[in-house]
């Protein structure tokens, strides 16, 4: 704590002396001196505080590919996401459902040559013969990712990422690693308790016709 004050004190004498308001790895937080200030740009909140954390989801099971207390541009990590894709499946996906800024020349020529469906509007001037099903099928992706969204949602609402108390940026990480297991074995259970109920009722449809 005493490190951190010092710092603390040196990086505002060096803000107050140069008339400015940003400083390298500026501290805000004592009790979590690894938080970082991270520009969001969103109107409820421009500047957000907390670890960054780029994450995936397959078959409705969210995994964790990237987490940082820094900003980092998460359109450079398309292609460490396929690996760890092929790392856990053994096999490349099929089809990538990402945001905007995962769609630039270098992710796009990347899955051409993976043969990996990027969703996204091709770049360039349109085809007019081809811009209706164009158009069809990237509404569709849009709304097939829209779970990644509720998964982030639910991931903070009711998992506790939206506040992360813990004091080192390892325990942090530890936090949000599983929170991210707990809803996955949440989503499993349920699973296996809809297999269980289908099972006993088949059971009890048996039953019933033996009887009669």
């Given at each position: ?188 259970a349920k699973a296996f308790l ?19």
């Amino acid at each position: 704590m005493l490190e951190t004050i010092q710092t603390l004190y040196e990086q505002q004498t060096q803000m107050h002396r140069q008339g400015t308001h940003a400083v390298e790895n500026r501290i805000v937080s004592l009790n979590q001196s690894h938080i970082r200030p991270i520009p969001r740009g969103k109107a409820k909140a421009k500047t957000e505080f907390g670890a960054k954390v780029a994450v995936s989801v397959v078959g409705g099971y969210t995994f964790t590919d990237h987490i940082s207390y820094d900003n980092f541009n998460e359109g450079t990590l398309l292609a460490d996401a396929i690996n760890q894709y092929k790392a856990r499946f053994g096999m490349l996906p099929s089809r990538i459902l990402a945001d905007t800024i995962y769609r630039n020349q270098k992710n796009r020529t990347l899955c051409k040559d993976l043969n990996i469906h990027l969703s996204g509007l091709p770049l360039g001037r349109r085809n007019a013969a081809k811009y209706g099903q164009q158009m069809k099928e990237f509404l569709t992706d849009c709304g097939a990712r829209n779970e990644i969204e509720g998964k982030i949602g639910t991931a903070k609402t009711r998992y506790g990422m939206d506040r992360i108390r813990a004091k080192l940026p390892e325990t942090g990480m530890s936090v949000i690693t599983l929170a991210v297991m707990a809803m996955n074995l949440n989503k499993l259970a349920k699973a296996f308790l809809r297999r269980f109920l289908w099972l006993l009722n088949l059971e009890c449809v048996f039953a019933l016709n033996v009887a009669y």
